[in-house]
């Protein structure tokens, strides 16, 4: 699709306290930066540059269990950092580059860079009226592949500034490839009412419809969930193929207890994606479910985000994947590595940790025994297969989730099934852990053969807290 790019200027007022809430609601890696003030003040005065993106051709499918949720569609772009666009700031020369991007319709916008490397001391910003994304500062945005990718903002306009002081001579290397058009709500972006109690004080409310089915359990209002609160912090959101679909994942530990950024997730939600530009986004679950007067009241957990995969191995036979994440994963986000299991008679009851339709968190619990089961793969019968949920269920978007045994350990990923609040007697499979063990998922979990077997012949490793790990 073409594009549409005219010089333009225009004065926008909008609100820094909901720019600096929005900040860390959905925080990738970044900083306040120095020129975060000039959002709310000269900056908007500044020229920038219009591009009209027209809206691409939306395969509108319904989302099955056996694909990834799609949620979004992305647009082949070329635009670059353009010197003769700059603009300076302030009275000591510093200086801006700043694009605006609009997309009618879209529900959500976010950016992909096939070159991405910008110089020490300078800061990069993307934000609409509604959210605030940055400052990213060279480290860790810089990475060896000189790709990057952006969360989604909601709304169809999108701003892109990036400030330089004067005393860098350097110039970055910004070229956006892709704009990813929503065009299915975007869970991750709720929105926001703020009630103000005081001129010092306020109280900042949510109000949002529910994302995934009526059935699921939420992972924080439900007695259960307390009992897989560490589990839960090993679960991620996953935004793959071009940030355009969502998966769920979780971080695993390893034989080497060494607190390598393992993600394991199901192999069709990587389809022909580009796992450099793909986003984990960790503790996406509610912080809180509290009720006053009969009414249930909710705050969501900040969305703890990540960018950037490397593949490391997987299989089909199974629907396994396994990637390693390139960001060190920050200390304050408090992950878990998840235990995982060989055992081929998963004691039950068994439990999934998923996002359905990338909602936040949702507990389901089978009390049954796991059956031996096939998918396009028999004879071989390399996945497990869950007859019915006796509570919750999985929806889209759960598709690489891990299924724990009674022991906290992972025995498999989400693969497919029929299971949905609109057919609670419906099944789902998984991949079996012990089968992706023997297809490759050994060598980067147990690499220098360190693991003992039981006498029923599987191996098995408890989970840890990755901060536990870190040498500080």
């Known amino acids: 699709m073409g594009l549409i790019k005219r010089g333009y200027s225009r004065v926008k007022s909008f609100h820094l306290f909901l720019l600096l809430f929005a900040h860390v609601v959905i925080a990738q890696v970044s900083h306040i930066g120095r020129y975060h003030d000039y959002l709310n003040s ?31 569609q992305s647009i082949d772009v070329s635009i670059e950092f353009d010197i003769s666009s700059v603009a300076t700031i302030n009275s000591d020369r510093d200086w801006s580059w700043k694009i605006k991007i609009i997309s009618d319709g879209a529900t959500s916008l976010s950016l992909i860079f096939d070159q991405w490397w910008i110089p020490e001391h300078t800061e990069v910003y993307v934000y609409n009226d509604k959210e ?16 990057f990718a952006t969360t989604p903002i909601k709304g169809d306009s999108i701003i892109l500034e990036y400030y330089s002081p004067i005393y860098v ?49 939420d992972l924080s209002c439900d007695i259960a969930g307390s009992t897989w609160s560490k589990e839960a912090r090993a679960v991620a959101v996953l935004l793959t193929d071009e940030n355009q679909v ?10 080497k207890h060494d607190g390598r950024q393992l993600l394991l997730t199901a192999y069709h939600c990587m389809g022909s994606s580009n796992p450099a530009t793909d986003i984990v986004m960790f503790n996406h679950q509610r912080r809180s479910c509290k009720v006053y007067d009969g009414k249930q009241e909710t705050l969501s957990a900040y969305s703890d985000t990540l960018h950037g995969l490397k593949w490391l191995t997987g299989s089909a036979i199974s629907d396994y994947a396994l990637l390693e994440i390139e960001e060190a994963i920050p200390k304050d986000y408090n992950v878990f590595l998840a235990g995982w299991t060989t055992n081929q008679e998963p004691v039950p009851p068994l439990v999934g940790i998923h996002h359905p339709s990338g909602d936040y968190k949702k507990l389901s619990i089978y009390t049954g025994h796991l059956l031996p089961a096939c998918w396009a793969e028999c004879p071989d019968k390399d996945h497990w ?17 891990p299924l724990f045994d009674a022991s906290h350990r992972i025995v498999g990923q989400l693969h497919g099934g029929s299971a949905s609040c609109w057919n609670k007697r419906g099944y789902d499979i998984y991949g079996s852990f012990e089968a992706s063990w023997k297809n490759g998922l050994s060598d980067y979990l147990d690499p220098n053969n360190q693991t003992i077997k039981t006498s029923l012949g599987s191996i098995s490793i408890d989970g840890i807290y990755l901060n536990k790990l870190i040498k500080s």
């Open 42 to 72: 000269y900056s908007t005065f500044t020229q920038h540059t219009l591009y009209n993106i027209p809206s691409p051709y939306l395969n509108n499918n319904q989302p099955t269990l056996s694909k990834p949720f799609q949620f979004a």
């Open 132 to 147: 605030i994304l940055g400052a990213f500062t060279s480290f860790p945005s810089n990475k060896k592949s000189k790709q």
């Open 169 to 217: 001579t350097q110039l970055p290397q910004i070229r956006i490839s892709k704009v990813v058009y929503g065009f299915r709500p975007l869970p991750i972006a709720d929105t926001v009412q703020e009630i103000w109690q005081d001129s010092t004080q306020h109280i900042m409310k949510r109000k949002r419809r529910p994302h995934s089915g009526k059935c699921n359990i």
């Open 246 to 255: 969502y998966c769920s994942a979780v971080l695993l530990n390893n034989a």
């Open 385 to 401: 297969k869950v007859e019915h949920w006796t509570r919750g269920t999985t929806e889209p978007g759960s598709s690489g989730s």
